[in-house]
C-alpha cells in the first residue's frame, strides 16, 4: 500500500488493513481527547472503535485526500446509521510518515447538526 491508500484505509475504518504500516512508536492524537502512543496502543484503540461501529453503516458523503511527500490529509463527511438513530460527522486526519509508516496521525472530530 502506499501513503494514500494507507490513510485511506484507516480514516474509512478499514484500521486491520493498515497495522503493518504502523511505526511502532506511532502517536494517534484525536483532538480533544488523549492521545495513544505506540503501534499496540493504536491498534487496541481501533479494535475498540471496530466493535462499537459492527452496528453502524458508515456511508461517505464527501471523502477526500491531500497528498504531500511526507504527509496525507484525509478530509470527510460521514452519515452513521445505528439502530437507535442516525448522525453526521465531518472529520479530518492528517498522517505524518517516515520510511513508509505512519508516525503520527492527529483526528479532528465534530458532530454536524442536520
Not at 511502532?24 to 472503535?49: L, Q
Not at 465531518?90 to 442536520?114: P, R
Request: with cysteine; net charge negative.
Amino acid at each position: 500500500m502506499n501513503q494514500q491508500q494507507i490513510a485511506e484505509a484507516f480514516s474509512s475504518h478499514r484500521f486491520s488493513e493498515t497495522y503493518h504500516y504502523l511505526s511502532p512508536d506511532v502517536r494517534w492524537t484525536p483532538v480533544g481527547g488523549p492521545a495513544m502512543v505506540g503501534r499496540d496502543a493504536v491498534i487496541e484503540a481501533c479494535e475498540a472503535s471496530s466493535a462499537e461501529l459492527a452496528s453502524t453503516t458508515a456511508t461517505f458523503r464527501s471523502f477526500r485526500s491531500i497528498v504531500g511527500t511526507y504527509a496525507v490529509v484525509v478530509d470527510a463527511v460521514a452519515e452513521y446509521r445505528e439502530p437507535d438513530g442516525t448522525s453526521i460527522v465531518s472529520s479530518c486526519d492528517l498522517y505524518d510518515f517516515a520510511d513508509g509508516l505512519v508516525v503520527a496521525i492527529t483526528s479532528y472530530a465534530v458532530e454536524l447538526d442536520e
